[in-house]
């Protein structure tokens, strides 16, 4: 069990983040102190370690306080995170989809789940859209999601929770995603989508040679030229972005 913190360092490390945002955070460790004390410990030390840090650096960033996205803890867990994309470039139709989406819902974002295995940040967060039903954006069956970086092969420890947020909505937007009004809601499970998510996997590891040969720079490059940042920008995560569309379609009717 860590011993409490100094209070100078504490205050720190608190700096930036809002009143109702430091209330989350005392009482997610008011939690651990518990379950640590009832034998309960849930995840590991380091992906709680980690997730904290990620947490902290949200909550006092300038896109999550201008109304970006916004982060919700479900049951109070660290490991399971509901996100939702609040604003999109407004140029795109996805845009004004989501503005017709609010008309008819009252709901103007998009929903993701993130969820963090004991072993992160060595291990990529499984996302998927929660909702609404999406055509387009390398969407796949239950909402699984067609990106590189969101696989073992594509991820990097350095990147930081913010920055796989911010890329997944610019993903959205460049791969023309559009609501589907009507659709099944139903469609979208976990289930499903780490059923498409596997299939995904496995199209892109038996074509990881083929992969190679696109023109994008490679993840070292990009690494280097962070040098031990763990805060990467969205044109640095769009360097890595996986635009293959015939493995997502490969998986898309999962």
């Avoid at 209070?7 to 430091?22: C, F, S, T």
């Avoid at 992906?47 to 049951?75: C, H, P, Q, W």
């Avoid at 009507?182 to 499970?189: D, T």
Wanted: proline share 3%; charged share 25%; with cysteine.
């Amino acid at each position: 069990m860590k011993e409490e913190e100094p209070v100078e360092g504490k205050k720190a490390e608190d700096d930036g983040i809002g009143k109702e945002n430091l209330a989350i955070l005392e009482k997610i460790k008011k939690n651990q102190r518990q379950d640590y004390l009832n034998g309960a410990v849930s995840g590991s030390v380091q992906a709680t370690d980690r997730l904290m840090k990620e947490l902290r650096d949200i909550y006092r960033s300038a896109s999550f306080k201008g109304g970006n996205y916004a982060v919700e803890l479900m049951n109070d867990s660290l490991y399971d995170w509901n996100v939702k994309l609040l604003k999109v470039d407004e140029d795109s139709a996805l845009h004004s989809d989501l503005q017709i989406l609010k008309e008819k819902e009252g709901a103007d974002f998009i929903l993701l789940n993130f969820t963090f295995k004991d072993n992160f940040p060595f291990d990529p967060p499984f996302v998927r859209v929660v909702s609404p039903v999406l055509s387009g954006g390398y969407v796949l069956g239950g909402g699984a999601i067609c990106m590189e970086l969101l696989t073992k092969q594509g991820w990097s420890s350095a990147y930081s929770v913010e920055s796989v947020i911010m890329q997944i909505s610019a993903t959205l937007v460049k791969g023309k995603a559009r609501v589907q009004f009507g659709a099944n809601k139903n469609q979208y499970s976990l289930t499903r989508a780490q059923q498409s998510y596997k299939s995904l996997v496995q199209i892109h590891e038996k074509n990881d040679d083929e992969t190679a040969t696109f023109s994008q720079p490679k993840k070292l490059d990009v690494l280097q030229d962070c040098r031990g940042r763990t805060d990467f920008t969205t044109p640095q995560l769009l360097s890595l972005f996986w635009l293959q569309t015939s493995k997502c379609a490969a998986v898309k009717e999962v």
